[in-house]
């Protein structure tokens, strides 16, 4: 089947610029989770989605990060006034709901911030 | 201290051989851990998850689990060059959310 679906896979923008990176999770995956990966840095948790719960938002670096999830499927990650350090690897991820599910990975959003 | 840690490397092994990578944690409460395959310029790829102590096998790879000693570890058999890649030790911090380790590379040559 179909697995995480990631677009754009490539955004390169402007300083002070917002950005939308979109997510469709696999179907019938009711946990969805953002992450970003900086050049030379590991995996950083950002935004957990689990059903109609409301999202676990711990990870988010600042207020200028916010994510929704529509009708429980694909989720949207706005990054308003984009800074250059907001420069990574946006990755999304699903799992089936419960506790220890294993999380499977969309191919990303490389995100550049000239 | 760093909640979950791996040697950076590159470790290096020949062809065939066995490598041998390691992850601590720090969180007690852990209750699951994976291990997950990274190529230069693609996205994490699953390949190992292990809930409980002892050892999991599948296919060349091995993961095992210490909760005692706060330690997991996977081993991949009859290495090839094909497994030249990073790899990440994620573990569930008891809210959904993985935390990674920095990763190890791992070299294989032929």
């Known amino acids: 089947g179909a697995g995480v679906s990631q677009s754009p896979s490539n955004k390169v923008t402007e300083k002070g610029k917002d950005v939308e990176l979109r997510c469709d999770p696999i179907s019938g995956h009711t946990a969805l989770y953002w992450y970003r990966q900086s050049l030379g840095q590991g995996l950083e948790f950002l935004i957990y989605?689990?059903?109609?719960?409301?999202?676990?938002k711990s990870g988010l670096p600042s207020d200028r990060f916010s994510a929704e999830r529509t009708g429980g499927s694909v989720s949207t990650l706005t990054i308003q006034r984009t800074q250059q350090e907001d420069s990574a690897v946006y990755l999304c991820?699903?799992?089936?709901?419960?506790?220890?599910?294993?999380?499977?990975f969309g191919d990303g959003t490389r995100l550049s911030i000239l | 201290q760093k909640e979950v840690e791996q040697n950076s490397g590159p470790l290096s092994v020949p062809e065939g051989a066995i490598a041998s990578l390691n992850c601590t944690y720090s969180d007690r409460g852990s209750q699951s851990f994976f291990w997950y395959r990274q190529y230069s310029g693609k996205s994490p790829e699953l390949i190992m998850f292990i809930y409980s102590n002892g050892d999991k096998e599948d296919g060349r790879f091995t993961a095992q689990l210490n909760k005692a000693s706060q330690y997991v570890s996977l081993l991949i058999r009859d290495s090839q060059p094909s497994d030249s890649a990073t790899y990440l030790c994620?573990?569930?911090?008891?809210?959904?959310?993985?935390?990674f380790g920095q990763g190890t590379e791992l070299s294989v040559k032929p």
């Open positions: 991820a699903s799992s089936l709901a419960g506790n220890n599910q294993p999380q499977h």
């Open positions: 989605f689990q059903g109609n719960s409301a999202p676990d």
């Open positions: 994620a573990v569930d911090n008891q809210g959904g959310k993985l935390i």
